[in-house]
């Protein structure tokens, strides 16, 4: 039995913790399973439970490119079926079943369940999963999925109705989108069950779609022909068309920590960061990552998060919303993690179309730049850390801790990490953004070099 | 009639806005009293109103050296007396004095009335004033204060209780600080008054005391010799010694501004800065002078206040104890208003002994660093904006737009604006902070220079 979680982004729900190149799955805030004293991220803690239940080693994540490094900093050595570029899940699910079969030797027979990579869950949810596995394998089940027996109406959850019954599982009736509150009790009355997005299915099932798209079994074929495959949901393109559905129920703990207040539920510390709060704060939570203090007086069921991107204070039953209300921010992400480093922009000031930004870039020991220019600003690097190559107009240029390198508009260059490489970049010129770069080649061995 | 205003530091009742380098008095945030579209400082607001009862001719202002730079950008040219450094009201006041008889000619049997620079009030307090002079001026009294009359038992005000009555005025009988809330009920039954902190006197009765330490009444000998006069406050070594003191009681609109929740009621607006409420936010005031947003969401009651120095969240009716909470933080400022120019420290990252600092700093044109050494430092300038000259071990050096230049430890340096400059200064070195200085010489004819 295989394992595949897919790592989606987490958009907006949890800003401005998440945004759209740092996944709420990576945040460490809550405690770990096995050591209460020790803080872990979601995934950390998904992995850890799969270990328990003895299903890690068939596990594979499926993310997109720029979470790989993330992935292996928390997790070490874990397969991961990587995204060319965000397509929806149902590439993402055929991709996935491709690795398996191609990198892992898996066969058509073998089945595999489907799973979020952010479920808060307990040890029981693994073995509900082996129970799918079993109705996958044992019975005419093409697909199965798992439903959570409701503790409530709630209104944040989708629905699956059960149909007629067998023993330890049903077949699926119909699904229901969120409802509201008076549609969840009618639902409940029914029967129905929490979504909990997992789905298990014998591989072949799955993969023998791909012909139909030009497509065969092969990971390293449909990774370079990623869009040929439609950008749809699961969900809409295989599971709402699907006869023969099951749904096994699974009646232990499971949330989905999508909001804040879902969130400090679970967290292992009611403040995290440089945080002063006084006696009179009372179900208060404070996640502080900027390096100066916050202070919280007299605030009840308040949820306070400073992060480089913003600062959210907000009343706990108000804070589900605050995707909707920040959608009209369109800034520039100020903390970006990515596949060969870090980026923080740590100033942006402008006056008229003058534009300055200084920014501090970490690049990972062995990672290169795209050998690129800009149109409209100049760049003058400071060295704060370690030692790389610069190449600047096809001459090599060695960057030491405390040498300043100018960069002027057009002059094309590239940098490699010699080892980890810390600079602060300020950039002078004209309102463009990450919008002004023009990459000639990402290929570090294709820069001309001259004087190496 | 002269008035002097003493502009006081406001140390830390309004964290983060105020600190040591930063005061109260001159952030924007009241709306002008004959232009409600507009917003002013304290300091402006007041002398607004000293021009519409026609005071502000014969107005001074004492005030530390950091501030007056603050105070002609806010006020155009106004007349200061400056504090070499601060030595408490007693000093503060006679240095004022001296500047009214040797700067202005002000006589020894002209009346003077000191007041403090932020009071929030309206255009009757500024009639009592003339009435307090009139006092001075025809009666036997030494010394008259304006007393407010309460509107609530307050515990936030000195209270002065009076005795003798006469038409106009009464004798002080004594002096009762911040009480209890039993104590202000009992205070205001014996119609004693909230202590504006006003006094007003004839300027040869206080300007005889300066012999006592050896001076005599010339501004620019108490200014040499300003630690001759003792650090002590002018209540404590004059009001509290006066047989003849009468107060002067003021019936209208008086308020301290010195506590975040006295001061929202009073804003020009609920919220200024980068920052998005919803629908569920009442009662709620927002400052952001940071350049990411501030979302609040379903707060009452609340305060938020983010600045370079922090992030202030609370419940308005427990905010007024924030000194308390913030004297802890020992964080260098970071954002500090100098005599020539301003420092923003935008990134402070350590790592072991090893300090990385992130600087952004304005000189006004015309205006000179001392010429000095740093003993655990490296610094990397890079220029944003304007023209300086460098001086560097003696050697002359423009800097301009684009450019950049190493300091080395111990190198000797000083640099002077040609327009106003603007450049990041990165600090690579030891944990040292801003003590790791050692001033050479504040006098830029002294600083020796060659190749110019």
């Known amino acids: 039995?295989?394992?595949?979680?897919?790592?989606?982004?987490?958009?907006?729900?949890?800003?401005?913790?998440?945004?759209?190149?740092?996944s709420k799955q990576y945040i460490k805030f809550l405690s770990r399973e096995n050591d209460s004293s020790s803080v872990c991220s979601m995934?950390?803690?998904?992995?850890?439970?799969?270990?328990?239940?003895?299903?890690?080693?068939?596990?594979?994540?499926?993310?997109?490119?720029?979470q790989v490094e993330m992935l292996r900093s928390q997790l070490g050595n874990v397969n991961i079926a990587i995204e060319p570029d965000r397509r929806d899940t149902f590439p993402a699910v055929m991709l996935s079943c491709a690795y398996l079969a191609s990198k892992l030797g898996a066969s058509p027979e073998?089945?595999?369940?489907?799973?979020?990579?952010?479920?808060?869950?307990?040890?029981s949810y693994f073995t509900t999963l082996k129970q799918l596995a079993h109705v996958v394998e044992h019975t005419e089940?093409?697909?199965?999925?798992?439903?959570?027996?409701?503790?409530?109406?709630?209104?944040?959850?989708?629905?699956?109705?059960?149909?007629?019954?067998?023993?330890?599982?049903?077949?699926?009736?119909?699904?229901?989108?969120?409802?509201?509150?008076?549609?969840?009790?009618?639902?409940?009355?029914?029967?129905?069950?929490?979504?909990?997005?997992?789905s298990c299915f014998k591989i072949g099932n799955i993969l023998n779609r791909l012909s139909a798209y030009g497509l065969t079994p092969d990971y390293d074929l449909i990774y370079q022909h990623y869009d040929m495959l439609p950008k749809i949901s699961f969900d809409y393109e295989v599971l709402e068309k699907a006869d023969n559905l099951?749904?096994?129920?699974?009646?232990?703990?499971?949330?989905?920590?999508?909001?804040?207040?879902?969130?400090?539920?679970?967290?292992?510390d009611i403040a995290s960061g440089y945080v002063l709060m006084d006696k009179g704060c009372r179900d208060t939570h404070v996640i502080n990552e900027l390096n100066i203090p916050v202070v919280s007086m007299g605030l009840k069921d308040a949820v306070i998060v400073a992060s480089f991107d913003g600062i959210l204070v907000a009343d706990k039953d108000a804070c589900d919303n605050v995707k909707?209300?920040?959608?009209?921010?369109?800034?520039?992400?100020?903390?970006?993690?990515?596949?060969?480093?870090?980026?923080?922009?740590?100033?942006?000031s402008q006056s008229g179309e003058k534009q300055t930004v200084i920014r501090k870039i970490t690049i990972f020991q062995g990672m290169n730049s795209s050998y690129h220019y800009h149109n409209n600003r100049d760049e003058i690097w400071t060295v704060t850390q370690g030692r790389a190559e610069l190449i600047i107009e096809g001459s090599s240029l060695?960057?030491?801790?405390?040498?300043?390198?100018?960069?002027?508009?057009?002059?094309?260059?590239?940098?490699?990490?010699?080892?980890?490489?810390?600079?602060?970049?300020?950039?002078?010129?004209?309102?463009?953004?990450?919008?002004?770069?023009?990459?000639?080649?990402?290929?570090?061995?294709?820069?001309?070099?001259?004087?190496?």
């Open 398 to 452: 060695l960057l030491e801790m405390g040498g300043a390198v100018s960069i002027k508009r057009g002059q094309k260059h590239a940098v490699k990490a010699l080892e980890e490489f810390e600079y602060v970049e300020i950039h002078l010129g004209e309102t463009a953004g990450d919008q002004d770069i023009n990459r000639l080649t990402f290929d570090w061995d294709a820069v001309p070099k001259t004087m190496l």
């Open 246 to 268: 099951s749904v096994v129920p699974f009646n232990g703990l499971w949330k989905d920590l999508g909001s804040w207040s879902a969130l400090c539920e679970e967290m292992h």
């Open 141 to 198: 089940t093409e697909i199965a999925l798992m439903g959570a027996v409701p503790t409530c109406p709630s209104t944040k959850y989708g629905y699956i109705v059960p149909g007629a019954g067998h023993k330890g599982y049903r077949k699926v009736n119909c699904f229901k989108e969120k409802p509201d509150m008076r549609y969840a009790q009618a639902l409940i009355k029914q029967n129905a069950l929490w979504n909990c997005g997992v």
């Open 324 to 348: 909707n209300i920040v959608q009209d921010i369109h800034l520039q992400p100020m903390y970006e993690e990515r596949r060969w480093g870090t980026i923080k922009t740590i100033d942006v």
């Open 43 to 66: 995934v950390q803690r998904v992995m850890d439970q799969l270990q328990t239940a003895q299903l890690s080693q068939t596990t594979i994540i499926c993310a997109s490119a720029g």
């Open 110 to 123: 073998d089945v595999v369940c489907i799973l979020p990579v952010d479920p808060y869950t307990e040890g």
């Open 1 to 22: 039995m295989y394992i595949v979680l897919l790592s989606g982004g987490s958009g907006k729900r949890l800003w401005p913790l998440s945004n759209d190149l740092r």
